[in-house]
């Protein structure tokens, strides 16, 4: 148990369903970020929150929409997804990014199957 | 260019030797690292960070820092099976428009007994 909550744990959805992944974090932390993890792929850093901020968007498709009410929840909302978007998504938060050890501790991960 | 490289492995290692990892990283306003382990269908955990240049040690783990040569490894002493996983390099830049945790492929590290 990291202090980083994500749900749902797995999650399938059709190409024109939406859906939204939720995250939310107990460590007063105030930086929140969302990463794909494709298989045989690199963790893919989609987009960065800091106090509430969206601070970084990585080139991520319109279909992915992040939404960050407080600094302690995060959610992900997904619309007319393709299956190549299969993939762990994993929610992380660290203190704050202005401080040198600013680790990153991440929730368990959605399992997501577009079909 | 990838901004965090690491050799993907696998790198195969006898129970009880020691385990060298290795990562380079392209941003020079990098200035924490960090070393994570992932198991299989797990999130990655946090084992070690550093942000001043040389070593640093915490039990059997040894974390090694040289900015100029732009280089971070991670050494494990008396490998166990236990060690097996996939072990995630990440280097964190500090400005604050542009604030983010960049991650490298993993090498996944295989202990034999």
Not at chain 2, 73 to 80: A, V
């Amino acid at each position: 148990e990291t202090g980083v909550t994500q749900t749902p744990r797995h999650l399938v959805m059709g190409m024109t369903n939406k859906k939204s992944l939720k995250c939310e974090q107990h460590l007063g932390h105030n930086a929140m970020y969302w990463y794909k993890q494709s298989a045989k792929k690199p963790l893919e850093l989609m987009f960065v929150y800091n106090f509430k901020e969206q601070t970084e968007n990585n080139s991520v498709p319109s279909r992915f929409s992040p939404e960050c009410p407080n600094s302690s929840h995060l959610f992900l909302h997904l619309h007319t997804l393709q299956p190549e978007d299969s993939a762990l998504y994993l929610c992380a938060s660290s203190q704050d990014i202005g401080q040198m050890n600013t680790e990153a501790f991440f929730g368990q991960g959605t399992r997501l199957t577009v079909v | 260019q990838k901004e965090v490289e690491q050799n993907s492995g696998p790198l195969s290692v006898p129970e009880g030797a020691i385990a060298s990892l290795n990562c380079t990283y392209s941003d020079r306003g990098s200035q924490s690292f960090f070393w994570y382990r992932q198991y299989s269908g797990k999130s990655p955990e946090l084992i070690m960070f550093i942000y001043s240049n040389g070593d640093k040690e915490d039990g059997r783990f040894t974390a090694q820092l040289n900015k100029a040569s732009q280089y971070v490894s991670l050494l494990i002493r008396d490998s166990q099976p236990s060690d097996s996983a996939t072990y995630l390099c990440a280097a964190a830049s500090m400005y604050s428009s542009a604030s983010k945790i960049i991650f490298g492929s993993g090498t996944r590290l295989s202990i034999r007994p």
